[in-house]
């Protein structure tokens, strides 16, 4: 009645088989996390809803646009980034970061995905790294570029939610887990519900990463918790200060449609805490070797609409942080904002694919050649001269 | 046909209850679906209504204690604000237990399944305030009633619900030209979120033949559809795009009111896109994740030959043998996990009745968003997912397993005998290996729990 224990790495292995994904609402996301042998650390953060670029990073010096934005650039005066572009006011505590070159980002990208402006294929899309939805649902970019690193194994890795993370689907093992979660079962129970759902493979590999996550959960039944985006923020940093490499997880909230004014600045704080929980957590040395990328579906219209916030558009932000970058700069060819510039006349027109600046920073932190990120890991991209955006 | 009484119960209802008699043919299923609706009578919920009065209420005595502040009138008006506010949520928890007891009781759970995927699909949720208890409300007076009837009278009921038009920010979309965005003094304009959703997740799918023109002139032919402060449905004249508006080819005229918006959405209901999408949910929801191409083929047929008529699409699904012999069964998604295992418990109305608000939270509320489906709160308009792979995951296995052990004892203090309840919840023929964990488990509690974690429970 019982079986030959499962080595930790054939557990990892199925449990990578089954799918990893993990679900999200607005307060419950999912954190995956994977090791691998190089120094450097990827962070992933997928923004769900469509962040309004044109909002987090403004561009005050474009002529046109105080006339698109009348009543979003009322309220705190955005902070100066370089003369041309402003931060949003919410993201002040990040200020620090910029002034160190830490805080970066990459305007008007986006992915190939256009028209349709529907939030669920933008996201697919963005998780699947391919050139169109064709090529897209089988796997993620993330589980893809493991494929192509040498000795990747899953470690601990923990995930809170609802919403499948399929940037990380695919063959490659990695782990998900919450903080919340817990097996309060006896030793004999957990047996037996091994061996009725062997029968399953899929809900057997997720029972045995379960056991396996619960038993390495840091601070395990202790104390209080805060609120949920610093939790997994903590359990990152607390990753990624071991052997785990790679941590992806998302934050929810950026689809504003109205009262923009009133909504944008609570994800933008949350954004900024996971930021800055992590740059603490991971210590000056890790942080050091850190690159934290940040990515939307689509970026929204370039007009406000009429009732105090935008609607789904085209052309995004993307946003960097951590001591590996080349921060302190806004990257990206600025198309304008006149209404020629525009895309359709209504979005901000893409100028680059948002993979290539991914591709870019994935490159310099693990020395995979432009090939294998232009024909595996991002089908269909080309990903032009460097921008250089690692130190 | 492979029809058996346990799989009607199980693919299409939410299990077997040692209590009911499951049915035991198609065309039982199909009558309990026309008959009165005992459960709602059972278990009432109330409609949208209440949730209204209940805002006027607050917002009233609200609004006293801020005129008159520090005085004892004032601060008595500020107090009952606040137990009214505190009651709509308890009740608002009550309409859960409610709803889960429909599941337990009901002998027609056919019924019970379609309201669910249909509540999936028309997913609304109030954003603010006291709106944030009004989806149960909106779903028993918009939903409920039409989920038997034709397609086109349950989208209008629902797109046109004062929680849908705020849920996805119509009503306070005013078309470029209308009166309203001519006043200087307040800046309103055009809003897409609900056009885009009825293209794209109500009607013909996001693969579906419509471009983002469609989509814009759909915006401005629903402006209008609003509601009054204290959300009674309301058409906005001064809201409303003069003149036609083209979608998908065909023009829609006539002067601004409810007459074209009616005669859009009745064109999307009637679409062939309409009918292949509606087609592949019902398919891979009841059946499988890869449901066989004939099945969808067969519900689409039916739907368009039928004018979207559901109950013939029903009829079609049940009819249709793979619906019955297809092999590759659907994880129970939490909320269905829950109340299929509160029902082979058999738990007691008295006991469901008397749960207090804590421990509506601690036994329902907190392990269902653990296993990852916060009760009636979908992250998005696109609800839940069906892929198995959202479901099964460590930490929703883990949660599933916590819940199964730990809680029916406090629902059932009067745990049934481990040896019986593996065949009140699987049937007659269980698998062996879950009656030896029922046998073998050291505890009544874990062994309940054991049988409710078996994949034969957890998969229909």
Excluded at chain 1, 50 to 68: E, I, K, S, Y
Excluded at chain 1, 230 to 252: C, Q, V, Y
Excluded at chain 2, 238 to 258: D, F, I, K, Q
Aim: charged share 20%; hydrophobic share 40%; aromatic share 6%.
């Amino acid at each position: 009645m019982t079986h030959a224990p499962l080595s930790r790495r054939q557990i990892l292995t199925r449990s990578g088989l089954i799918g990893c994904s993990l679900a999200a609402s607005p307060l419950w996301t999912p954190l995956s996390l994977a090791n691998a042998p190089w120094q450097g650390r990827l962070v992933v953060i997928i923004l769900r809803g469509g962040m309004d670029g044109l909002d987090v990073v403004r561009p005050t010096g474009d002529p046109a646009f105080a006339a698109l934005r009348p009543t979003l650039a009322k309220g705190d005066a955005p902070l100066d980034l370089d003369g041309y572009f402003a931060l949003h006011p919410a993201l002040r505590d990040l200020m620090p970061l910029w002034h160190r070159e830490e805080l970066g980002f990459v305007h008007a990208v986006s992915t190939p995905y256009r028209d349709k402006r529907s939030h669920f294929d933008g996201q697919d899309l963005l998780e699947a790294g391919t050139q169109d939805l064709a090529g897209a649902g089988r796997d993620g970019w993330l589980n893809r570029l493991m494929q192509f690193l040498p000795q990747v194994e899953a470690e601990t890795a923990y995930g809170i939610g609802q919403e499948p993370l399929t940037l990380l689907d695919g063959a490659a093992p990695v782990a998900n887990w919450t903080p919340d979660a817990a097996l309060h079962l006896s030793p004999q129970a957990l047996r037996l519900a091994e061996q009725i759902m062997k029968i399953d493979p899929q809900m057997y590999a997720a029972l045995m990463e379960a056991q396996l996550l619960s038993g390495a959960q840091p601070g395990a039944g202790s104390g209080k918790k805060g609120p949920a985006h610093i939790e997994i923020a903590k359990f990152a940093g607390d990753r990624l200060r071991g052997p785990a490499r790679i941590a992806a997880f998302s934050l929810n909230g950026w689809d504003t449609h109205r009262a923009q004014a009133r909504t944008l600045p609570r994800s933008l704080a949350q954004l900024s805490d996971v930021i800055l929980t992590l740059k603490q957590d991971l210590g000056a040395a890790v942080w050091g070797q850190t690159a934290l990328v940040a990515l939307t579906e689509f970026g929204r219209t370039a007009r406000e609409n009429g009732t105090g916030g935008t609607d789904h558009g085209t052309a995004g932000l993307m946003v960097m942080a951590g001591g590996a970058i080349r921060g302190g700069r806004v990257f990206g060819r600025w198309p304008g904002l006149g209404e020629q510039a525009l895309y359709q006349q209504r979005d901000l027109m893409p100028t680059d694919d948002v993979r290539a600046p991914l591709a870019w920073i994935i490159r310099g932190m693990t020395g995979l050649p432009v090939s294998t990120l232009q024909e595996k890991v991002f089908p269909g991209l080309e990903m032009g001269p460097d921008p250089e955006l690692m130190r | 046909m492979p029809f058996t009484p346990e799989m009607a119960e199980r693919r299409f209802g939410y299990g077997l209850s040692p209590q009911i008699v499951p049915p035991f043919s198609v065309a039982q299923m199909l009558s309990g679906l026309q008959g009165a609706d005992v459960m709602a009578q059972a278990y009432p919920i109330p409609g949208f209504r209440h949730i209204q009065d209940q805002i006027v209420y607050v917002r009233r005595f609200s609004r006293y204690s801020r005129k008159n502040p520090e005085t004892e009138a004032g601060q008595a008006a500020e107090q009952k604000a606040k137990l009214a506010r505190r009651a709509l949520f308890h009740d608002r928890q009550r309409w859960t237990v409610a709803a889960l007891q429909r599941r337990i009781g009901t002998p027609h759970a056919f019924r019970e399944r379609l309201i669910a995927f249909w509540a999936d699909h028309f997913t609304a949720r109030g954003k603010s305030g006291l709106l944030r208890a009004a989806a149960p409300a909106y779903l028993e007076e918009a939903l409920r009633p039409h989920v038997s009837g034709k397609f086109a009278d349950l989208l209008r009921a629902c797109v046109t619900h004062p929680l849908m038009l705020h849920y996805l920010d119509q009503n306070t979309s005013a078309g470029p030209n209308s009166r309203a965005a001519q006043r200087p003094d307040r800046q309103r304009g055009l809003n897409e979120n609900l056009a885009r959703e009825v293209l794209e997740l109500h009607t013909l799918g996001v693969g579906g033949p419509y471009t983002q023109n469609d989509v814009h002139e759909l915006a401005k032919l629903l402006t209008g559809l609003a509601g009054t402060r204290d959300y009674s449905f309301k058409f906005r004249r001064n809201m409303a795009e003069p003149g036609a508006e083209t979608v998908l080819g065909r023009s829609y005229g006539g002067p601004p009111g409810l007459a074209p918006i009616h005669a859009v959405l009745t064109d999307l209901a009637l679409h062939p896109a309409t009918a292949a999408h509606i087609a592949r949910k019902l398919a891979v929801h009841f059946v499988s994740d890869t449901p066989p191409p004939d099945l969808i083929e067969d519900l689409q047929e039916t739907y368009l030959g039928s004018g979207g008529d559901l109950m013939t699409c029903y009829a079609a699904l049940l009819h249709h043998p793979a619906s019955w012999t297809m092999n590759a069964p659907n994880i129970r998604p939490p909320d269905e996990f829950v109340g299929a295992a509160l029902r082979a418990m058999a738990v007691k109305p008295e006991m469901m009745e008397a749960l207090r608000p804590a421990q509506i939270r601690r036994l329902l509320l907190t392990p269902m968003r653990l296993m990852g489906q916060a009760w009636q709160q979908p992250a998005g308009p696109d609800g839940w997912p069906e892929d198995d792979g959202a479901w099964i995951t460590p930490q929703g296995i883990a949660a599933r397993l916590d819940w199964a052990v730990n809680a029916p004892a406090q629902l059932r203090p009067d745990l049934p005998d481990p040896r019986n309840f593996v065949h009140d919840a699987l049937g007659p023929n269980p698998p062996a290996d879950v009656v030896f964990a029922a046998s073998a488990a050291e505890t009544r509690a874990d062994a309940i729990g054991l049988v409710l974690c078996a994949p034969a429970f957890q998969r229909r």
